[in-house]
């Protein structure tokens, strides 16, 4: 249960979409994660690459190629549609659903 009552919406079946189907599990984690955290920052789904690098899935977090994992989990979900590149960051695609 949240603590701040605060909520992006993620249809149930998220995961049937052919574009969530086409990234790895990493990007789709951070995907939903970038989500959470837009919605928290009141930045309406646009992120800066640091704000992503704060996110990125444990396994990822701890490399010496940190910057380089974020690039590539980024283009990723950008290649998919799920993300467009907005100057030094990323805006997160389904932003107006959430």
């Not at 990007?27 to 920052?41: D, F």
């Not at 910057?67 to 979900?77: H, S």
Request: aromatic share 12%; net charge negative.
């Amino acid at each position: 249960m949240s603590k701040t009552g605060l909520f992006v919406k993620l249809d149930a079946f998220y995961f049937d979409d052919a574009a969530v189907l086409e990234v790895s599990e990493a990007a789709e984690l951070l995907c939903i994660r970038a989500l959470c955290r837009a919605k928290k920052l009141g930045s309406g789904g646009y992120l800066t690459f640091e704000q992503v690098e704060q996110i990125v899935p444990k396994s990822y977090a701890n490399t010496t190629q940190l910057q380089e994992v974020v690039y590539e989990l980024a283009n990723e979900l950008v290649r998919a549609g799920l993300w467009s590149v907005d100057g030094d960051g990323f805006h997160v695609g389904n932003w107006l659903g959430s």
